[in-house]
T-cell receptor
Framework: AQSVAQPEDQVNVAEGNPLTVKCTYSVSGNPYLFWYVQYPNRGLQFLLKYITGDNLVKGSYGFEAEFNKSQTSFHLKKPSALVSDSALYFCAVRDMNDYKLSFGAGTTVTVRA | SQTIHQWPATLVQPVGSPLSLECTVEGTSNPNLYWYRQAAGRGLQLLFYSVGIGQISSEVPQNLSASRPQDRQFILSSKKLLLSDSGFYLC??????????FGEGSWLTVV
């Protein structure tokens, strides 16, 4: 079985401040990890993924995430948040031997000007 | 480049009526295809998965069915809609790099 936890329903930050969205996961095998962003009434947009290799992965729009195997975490970060980063963010995990992508409940990010 | 199309974008249907949501992927062949449902703007639930024509895996028992009549076409259907079928339906496909990409979604309201 696989699962994802996003412990924060909401994250509020001021524009220009660092942004962190937390994610922990559970899989029986090796994980494939993903972050997606969703704007109102839109589909999910892919931000970044960890499959193998360097634990720090960089993605779209200045976002990055660090894979931490010992803590089973994959937190999303951005050094300087923009108002336009306000959206719903989803972490997702897939066991490398499975087809199913399991999502967390999502974290709403609000960046205030 | 690859693109994914879903239609209709919005749909209002009476209880007991049939449903057909369509999804097509362009620019790739033999993609893995998915149907997800998102309720209340939050969590996503996998409904169906397909690895090829006529090959459908169902994740949860429900009032819906899926079909894949062509390599890049995935259809979500129902013979008789329930109020609980309302939601945001997302089609997705997986590329060779193991990334799953989503369409823009279809809003279904059952009244």
């Amino acid at each position: 079985a696989q699962s994802v936890a996003q412990p924060e329903d909401q994250v509020n930050v001021a524009e220009g401040n660092p942004l962190t969205v937390k994610c922990t996961y559970s899989v029986s095998g090796n994980p494939y990890l993903f972050w997606y962003v969703q704007y109102p009434n839109r589909g999910l947009q892919f931000l970044l993924k960890y499959i193998t290799g360097d634990n720090l992965v960089k993605g779209s729009y200045g976002f990055e995430a660090e894979f931490n195997k010992s803590q089973t975490s994959f937190h999303l970060k951005k050094p300087s948040a923009l108002v336009s980063d306000s959206a719903l963010y989803f972490c997702a995990v897939r066991d490398m031997n499975d087809y199913k992508l399991s999502f967390g409940a999502g974290t709403t990010v609000t960046v205030r000007a | 480049s690859q693109t994914i199309h879903q239609w209709p974008a919005t749909l209002v249907q009476p209880v007991g009526s049939p449903l057909s949501l369509e999804c097509t992927v362009e620019g790739t062949s033999n993609p893995n295809l998915y149907w997800y449902r998102q309720a209340a703007g939050r969590g996503l639930q996998l409904l169906f998965y397909s690895v090829g024509i006529g090959q459908i895996s169902s994740e949860v028992p429900q009032n819906l069915s899926a079909s894949r009549p062509q390599d890049r076409q995935f259809i979500l259907s129902s013979k008789k809609l329930l109020l609980s079928d309302s939601g945001f339906y997302l089609c997705a496909w997986k590329d060779l790099g193991n990334t799953i990409y989503f369409g823009e979604g279809s809003w279904l309201t059952v009244v």
